[in-house]
């Protein structure tokens, strides 16, 4: 994360591919797969939630 | 980025969401419900349930013969004729009929049989009630029918623009800040456009495969249109001066020959004569597979309404299958309860994306006219690079 490109897109490449990922799987398989896709697509999620509603104390 | 280009982008970004975001907000709006119109279904008592079976025919299901679940639902309406059959794989005791004045009767009777016994359990509400179909039609094509439908696939491909210019415009923004950095102390402007930024990576690329299905689901109408006009109408070839069918094959026989040519197949729908999946001379039987993908994927058996024999069975052309496999990653209904509540929360995050962004459009119009009343009267103004005027410096 050390390199200007990786500090402004790697968070955004890292969440893209897991919204991938979570779209893909419940698509190919029930059970595991579901449950792979509901975390894959929670952190996305998760993140967004955990950034917007967070406010930094001074 | 040159000052040029990130002007170009800009304008590019402003003019494809101003264009569609009032579009999407309704889009976004009317698909909440339909996220969990099973569940809202269930709520208003709207949804359907197969009766317990007598104890003694519990262990061992019987299936009713299917000439016999239609008869039961033409007993309810003798002057409607067939339009479509269809059963969820998760749900086998259940047939859903719809009967219509014509086979392309927009206004169908929608009916449910007990597979088991072909008693009728119910008729369902239309499309789910009065709210739930307001809601679908409005989100698939604002009572405007095919024209109202492709016209919100051209605002689904403004959205992706929209989308695409937007992660462009998101490197010169972000560039000296941290993720996710929201600049809560510094202005009301300032904060939503860092939420606008960050929702909007976030939600990137869920909302690119939602609009690109969406907009795929859009074209539904005019594929199966460029279908019957090529692969059905090869497969009929033979029946093009054949006369109009008197008596109809048993649709039972149909199915068990269907059924037997497709072995590990399950049937998901029947069409009718004269519905846009059959021919005027054919019943068309869509078998799946019963897993999680091949359940998506049909291939149409069509079989001779006359006698009751195979005329042809192919696979579905490319196009077709793409349509099929877009449905599920526009509905997000194949992953259970958890997929349900994240497409909502992703649906409500766009929301809000889409807010903001409009919030931050009328603030800056505000802004740059303000701007020029100021500077007008003293020296000319200079071209200001974009990235001052819309960055943190105030």
Redesign the interface.
């Known amino acids: 994360m050390s390199s ?1 490109f990786m ?6 490449i890292l ?2 591919i897991l ?2 990922i ?2 893909l799987s ?5 059970g595991v ?3 792979l ?2 975390v894959t ?2 952190v ?2 998760a ?6 509603l ?3 104390r ?1 | 980025m040159s000052t040029q280009s990130l002007r170009w982008w800009s304008w590019i970004h402003k003019w494809s969401s101003l264009v569609c975001t009032a579009f999407m907000l309704l889009l976004c709006l009317t698909g909440l419900p339909l996220i969990y119109h099973h569940e809202i279904g269930h709520l208003l008592g709207n949804d359907v349930e197969a009766p317990a079976l007598a104890p003694d025919l519990q262990a061992n299901p019987p299936r009713a013969n299917l000439d016999d679940v239609i008869a039961s639902a033409k007993a309810l309406y003798p002057n409607k004729i067939m339009m479509y059959m269809s059963q969820e794989l998760d749900e086998p005791a259940i047939w859903n009929v719809t009967l219509g004045d014509h086979p392309n009767d927009e206004h169908y009777k929608p009916i449910a049989v007990d597979a088991r016994t072909a008693k009728v359990i119910t008729e369902p509400a239309f499309e789910g009630g009065a709210f739930m179909s307001t809601m679908l039609r409005l989100h698939v094509d604002m009572f405007a029918g095919l024209p109202g439908m492709l016209f919100l696939g051209a605002m689904g491909l403004l959205l992706i623009v929209a989308i695409v210019s937007g992660v462009v415009l ?2 010169p923004f ?2 000296k800040l ?5 600049r ?2 510094r202005s009301t402007r300032l904060k939503w456009l860092d ?1 606008h930024n ?2 909007g ?6 909302a690119l ?1 939602v609009g690109a299905t969406g907009v795929i689901n859009t074209l539904a109408d005019v594929l199966l249109k460029v279908w019957q006009s090529t692969e059905i109408a090869a497969m009929i070839e033979p029946y093009k001066d054949a006369r109009p069918l008197v008596r109809m094959a048993s649709v039972d026989a149909a199915v068990k020959t269907a059924m037997a040519a497709e072995p590990g197949m399950q049937v998901g729908f029947i069409a009718f004569p004269g519905t846009p999946f059959a021919s005027p001379h054919h019943y068309g039987v869509f078998m799946h597979g019963d ?3 091949t359940s ?1 994927l049909y291939k149409p058996v069509l079989i001779d309404a006359g006698n009751g024999s195979i005329t042809d069975r192919r696979e579905l052309p490319w196009y077709l299958t793409a349509l099929l ?1 877009s449905q ?2 526009h509905f997000g209904d ?3 309860g ?2 349900q509540f ?1 497409w909502a ?2 649906d409500v ?1 766009t929301i809000v994306v889409l807010g903001s962004g409009l919030y931050l459009w009328v603030k800056r119009g505000r802004r740059a006219r303000a701007e020029a009343r100021q500077e007008h009267g003293q020296k000319a103004p200079a071209v200001q690079p974009v990235l001052a005027r819309s960055g943190g410096e105030r």
């Not at chain 1, 500090?7 to 955004?12: N, Y």
């Open positions: 200007p500090k402004l897109w790697g968070m955004p969440l893209g919204t991938v979570g779209l419940a698509l190919f398989g029930d797969w579901d449950a896709s509901a697509l929670g996305p999620v993140v967004g939630a955990w950034f917007s967070r406010r930094k001074h | 998101y490197a972000m560039r941290d993720f996710g950095t929201v809560h102390e939420l960050l929702l990576i976030v939600t990137l690329v869920w495969v897993q999680a993908f998506r496999v599920p990653l194949y992953g259970g958890w997929m994240l929360v992703l995050a």
